[in-house]
């Protein structure tokens, strides 16, 4: 397998087993929650259209899941002080909880998938995803976008 592929192959299996846990969990939130709140939780303040962008979702589609995350309590929205007419959006502590109780699920329901996996492969496992760790630190930028 190719470089490229590898990588591919290792975000799509990612992507698959969270969506594997969520359904075995009975979790009904949509990813798109955790990928911002994610998003926010190592993040100043953000930008509608920058998280929108970082969450690689529609302007409008964020608008309407952080008005959801902000009804539920999971984040805050407020005007941006350099420009009125930006919303800027903070993940609160109880949106830190629930990501952490979201991802506590995640290990709890996977972890018999992986039960039978060598310590060498938990090595091979434990490198690839500092690998992956540090090559996906992007952060939203600030822009002139709502």
């Given at each position: ?6 990588v ?26 955790w990928?911002?709140?994610?998003i ?31 009804r ?8 941006d002080p350099?420009d ?18 979201w ?30 760790r540090?090559h996906?630190?992007?952060?939203p930028?600030t822009?002139?976008?709502?």
């Amino acid at each position: 397998m190719e470089r490229a592929e590898v990588v591919a192959s290792l975000i799509l299996s990612a992507h698959a087993l969270a969506r594997i846990a969520a359904q075995d969990a009975g979790n009904e939130a949509p990813s798109a929650q955790w990928r911002v709140l994610s998003i926010l939780e190592n993040s100043a303040p953000v930008r509608i259209g920058d998280l929108a962008r970082a969450a690689r979702t529609t302007q409008p589609g964020t608008t309407r899941l952080v008005g959801e995350l902000e009804r539920t309590g999971l984040v805050v929205r407020a005007s941006d002080p350099q420009d009125s007419r930006a919303t800027l959006v903070t993940i609160t502590a109880q949106g830190r909880q629930a990501l952490e109780d979201w991802r506590v699920e995640l290990r709890t329901t996977l972890a018999p998938r992986f039960a039978d996996v060598s310590d060498d492969d938990w090595l091979a496992l434990e490198r690839a995803a500092d690998l992956l760790r540090t090559h996906s630190t992007e952060r939203p930028t600030t822009g002139d976008s709502e």
